[in-house]
């Protein structure tokens, strides 16, 4: 269904996010026709531009980052005539009253701001944005992380942003939750009638939420002073977890879900003090070279300034929610760069059987696992015991009953910012983090990061293409358990 016509201003209009996801992105939703030349994208940047070469900007943008198969030189010329561009630099506050002319002021056509530049501008854009009479209250404003460092810092960040926007207008993306698969979380609890009953500490053993990559990370400017606990778990693993572990809500409207998203937030048991040493793990990978081939550690690759940081690069924890459905059941996170392959899932790990009646059989029952691939190869898998074929009695095999969605669907997945980018246009808040959540996600995270701040410990280092430190091994053998790695 097409979305109403849109204003869509972008700051930061010349960066890499405009150019790798938003302009894709918008690209594919005009290729299948969710909206039409009705619709205006306004680039807002420091640099002087011209439309026109801001338009052989987004025209490159689609060329590089979008799949052969859907470019179409035809659809790419409409869709670059949207395009328009508006030189302002916010800082010394020259070049705004050139964007009134590019906005339409047609109530019918939904006006957002998409604030793709650094946190610290988000306060200053937004009083200009009021200043000059370009706010309304439909209008909508769009902000990526890193959304502060700190619970402090991101009260900063968000009391800047609410001088001017209601919570109601505000989109804080995590692109996490446009995933397909990540949506899919939904579908597979709450469509499905199977897995309620069991999804609780009388059924479940424990949980693993993995998101590998193996990518490495020095080069990336901003990762330094980031590093994994806030890049990965403070967002996207977090909101994960939520999703996995939250009430059923009583509806898919935005604050039905958010209410229950932040309750297990809530419930999370803090990890300060001695705990941050016996529940978390951080790592560092360092190089590799073997015969002709080698891979640079994360100090090689930092800038000599700052040779010698303890910015973790991988972190595994156990964490614990306490209330009724989870009391009792950990939830092991891990995630980290230069990792052995590159995978995302969840994995729910059923309890053993009560009784077995096959003490003779050859194979033991292995307790039931359902494996959630979030990427790549996405789909669902549950590993299930049965009987190995055959005449020569009882003997037990675990074989996977597979839902693979590659298999499954011939149509193409979009890509995270598809959904979102659309969503901001329709009004729907439902897969943005409203700012309690994020609050909440940092209350949580910060004492881990300080004790690790203010302790003598380094991370400890992982070789690059490894699965992390020993120590994350440790973590979840001393429980008796272990991780699972089929890849
Ligand atoms: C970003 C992080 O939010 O997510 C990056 O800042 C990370 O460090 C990326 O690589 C991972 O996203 P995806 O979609 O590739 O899993």
Redesign the pocket.
Known sequence: IPVQPFDYVVFGATGDLTKRKLIPALYHRFHDGQFDEQSHIIGVSRSKLSDEEFRTLARDSVHEFVEAEYQDEAVIARFVSIFSYVSIDVSNREGWTDLGPALREDPKVVRAFYLAVAPDLFGPICQYLKDKGYYRRDARVVVE?PLGHDLASSGQINDAISEIFAEDQVYRID??LG?ETVQNLLALRFANILFEPIWNSAHIDHIQLT?A?S?G?GT?GY?DESGALR??IQ??MLQLLCLVAMEPPASDEANALRDEKLKVLRSLKPIRGEAVGRCTVRGQYRGVSSEGTSVKGYQDELPAEKKGSRTETFVALKAEIENWRWSGVPFYFRTGKRMATRV?EIVIQFRTIPHSIFDHAEGAPRPNRLIIRL?PDEGVRMLMMIKDPGPGGMRLREVPLNLSFAETFSERTPE?YERLLLDVIRGNQTLFMRRDELEAAWSWVDPIRSAWDTGNDAPQPYSAGTWGPTGAIALIERDGRTWHEDG
């Open positions: 992380k692109h996490y995933k998101v990559e990518v990370a990336r990762y890049d990965m967002n996207h995302s990427q995270a």
